[in-house]
Antibody
């Protein structure tokens, strides 16, 4: 069965960076785009960007351009999202989520990781 | 950026009743709209994609309709496990955007 398992919670100081991992299993990792979506406490969902695990190509929401980097390690079926220059309002649960169609960018999310809470606190 | 506005913010109903949730887009998204369900402490779950197609494993009591700017998610007869927050999401334009959510609570 398809699973996306994310790394554990993080506490970071303002200005630091955080790197969250998302390990995929149960499907061909390089065949499906992966997205990152975040959710601030008690708030709605915000799309951050996607990565093509096959080519490594990425597309980021303009809001995060210059601060976010999405990468992947195909030998370990793992995707990463690094967010730099953290601010207090980056405190959120960060999710990885799979795009549903093989080798096609659709823009929906059919499988989700369990989420990683990133807390930015001084 | 396409803005999605969901209404109502909160909907209070009883099990067995019919729920109707709305999502309005600031510009046409054609049929490129999805609905997700999220329970506390859990990741969202895809319910409906392309406005009216049920995702794999989603019960038939969930249905979606609409096109252009106005969309509806209907739950025909509420089960206890349906009380949750529901989000709409568009994929017509990047960046993908979500509505602010409708909380479906037990009356």
């Amino acid at each position: 069965q398809v699973q996306l398992v994310q790394s554990g919670a993080e506490v970071k100081k303002p200005g630091a960076s955080v790197k969250v991992s998302c390990k995929a299993s149960g499907y061909t990792f390089t065949g499906y785009y992966l997205h990152w979506v975040r959710q601030a406490p008690g708030q709605g969902l915000e799309w951050m960007g996607w990565i093509n695990p096959n080519s490594g190509g990425t597309n980021y929401a303009q809001k995060f351009q210059g601060r976010v980097t999405m990468t992947r390690d195909t030998s370990n079926n793992t995707a990463y999202m690094e967010l730099s220059r953290l601010r207090f309002d980056d405190t959120a649960v960060y999710y990885c989520a799979r795009d549903p169609d093989y080798d096609t960018l659709i823009g929906y999310f059919d499988y989700w990781g369990q989420g990683t809470l990133v807390t930015v606190s001084s | 950026e396409i803005l999605l506005t969901q209404s109502p913010a909160t909907l209070s109903l009883s099990a067995g009743e019919r729920a109707t949730l709305s999502c309005r887009a600031s510009q046409s998204v054609s049929s490129y709209l999805a609905w997700y369900q999220q329970k506390p402490g859990q990741a969202p779950r895809l319910l409906i994609y392309d406005a009216s197609n049920r995702a794999t494993g989603i019960p038939a009591r969930f249905s979606g309709s609409g096109s252009g700017t106005d969309f509806t998610l209907t739950i025909s007869s509420l089960e206890p496990e349906d009380f949750a927050v529901y989000y709409c999401q568009q994929r017509r334009n990047w960046p993908n955007t979500f509505g602010q959510g409708t909380k479906l609570e037990i009356k």
